[in-house]
T-cell receptor, first 115, second 114 residues
Framework: AQSVTQPDIHITVSEGASLELRCNYS??????LFWYVQSPGQGLQLLLK??????LVQGIKGFEAEFKRSQSSFNLRKPSVHWSDAAEYFC?????????????FGTGTRLTIIP | GAGVSQSPSNKVTEKGKDVELRCDPI?????LYWYRQSLGQGLEFLIY????????KSGLPSDRFSAERTGGSVSTLTIQRTQQEDSAVYLC????????????FGPGTRLTVT
């Protein structure tokens, strides 16, 4: 079965600093990979997705992620965080077979921004 | 274009009571998913509807949980004889061809079983 690991439960960064959130997946073939963000009391919002092609994908709010097959990783990055980026971030995977689109989520990383 | 809506936003119920949670997907979206978000289990898939196909119920934790989707649109998740471990946020998402993998989530229903 596919699984997703987010090793960092909580990360604190200063406003304006760079950010990298880690995500590793376990699956035999190339899955479809996603990053979602959840602000307090809100639903999940899709930041970006990777299906195939260019391994560096751009998303909304200035986020990007890089797919590295050799490391089974899909880390999320942002060059300069803003206070509004404080939220919980979830990496997710879907097996790339039509008719099986349910998401398997990691346990999430809570991001705190300090002034 | 309204997004996915869910009601109620909060529900407090006594152990043993039945509850119904509602999801209105984005108009025209043929796929609908229910997920549960709890402290102990994180985010987990519950059930998936796609058009007129039989639903994928593989994530439902027990036979106390059921869901239906009427007319290919609104869905209701029913939990019978609620238990304290059912306390969680229940999230609904929808998607549509050709971007079935791009799921749009509602704000969730927070269920508290006392």
């Amino acid at each position: 079965a596919q699984s997703v690991t987010q090793p960092d439960i909580h990360i604190t960064v200063s406003e304006g600093a760079s950010l990298e959130l880690r995500c590793n997946y376990s699956y035999g073939a190339t899955p479809y990979l996603f990053w979602y963000v959840q602000s307090p009391g809100q639903g999940l919002q899709l930041l970006l997705k990777y299906f195939s092609g260019d391994t560096l994908v751009q998303g909304i709010k200035g986020f990007e992620a890089e797919f590295k097959r050799s490391q089974s990783s899909f880390n999320l990055r942002k060059p300069s965080v803003h206070w509004s980026d404080a939220a919980e971030y979830f990496c997710a995977v879907v097996r790339s077979n039509f008719g099986n689109e349910k998401l398997t989520f990691g346990t999430g990383t809570r991001l705190t921004i300090i002034p | 274009g309204a997004g996915v809506s869910q009601s109620p936003s909060n529900k407090v119920t006594e152990k043993g009571k039945d509850v119904e949670l509602r999801c209105d997907p984005i108009s025209g979206h043929t796929a609908l998913y229910w997920y549960r978000q709890s402290l102990g289990q994180g985010l987990e898939f519950l059930i998936y509807f796609q058009g007129n196909s039989a639903p994928d119920k593989s994530g439902l934790p027990s036979d106390r949980f059921s869901a239906e989707r009427t007319g290919g649109s609104v869905s209701t998740l029913t939990i019978q004889r609620t238990q304290q471990e059912d306390s969680a946020v229940y999230l609904c998402a929808s998607s549509s061809y050709p971007d079935f993998y791009e799921q749009y989530f509602g704000p969730g229903t927070r269920l508290t079983v006392t």
